[in-house]
């Protein structure tokens, strides 16, 4: 990300590869959080078109919360943001971590 500069790019590349620009971002009412829009925000926060701060305000998230989809989408990809897989992921990392 880029920080510390005024420059702020008017897309980023989305999570399946198609341009992401604020107007495609989820809603900032959006209750439902799948895996889609969760990888667009951590591509739109990487990209430098949110900042982290703006995330959690805009859609009333934790830091934790927003951080752990930043950790499964650099560990997983898109994957690592299914919560019905969260534990089979969690204990494949354990494991790696060990070795």
Do not use: C
């Amino acid at each position: 990300m880029i920080e510390n500069q005024d420059f702020r790019p008017a897309q980023v590349i989305g999570p399946l590869g198609e341009p992401l620009t604020l107007a495609d971002l989820p809603s900032p009412d959006t209750k439902r959080w799948v895996v889609r829009r969760k990888a667009e925000v951590v591509a739109a926060v990487s990209g430098g078109l949110l900042t982290i701060d703006e995330v959690l305000a805009r859609y009333n998230l934790t830091l934790e919360e927003f951080a752990s989809w930043q950790r499964a989408v650099d560990r997983s990809g898109m994957k690592g943001l299914r919560v019905t897989r969260l534990q089979d992921y969690r204990k494949l990392y354990e494991r790696q971590l060990k070795y």
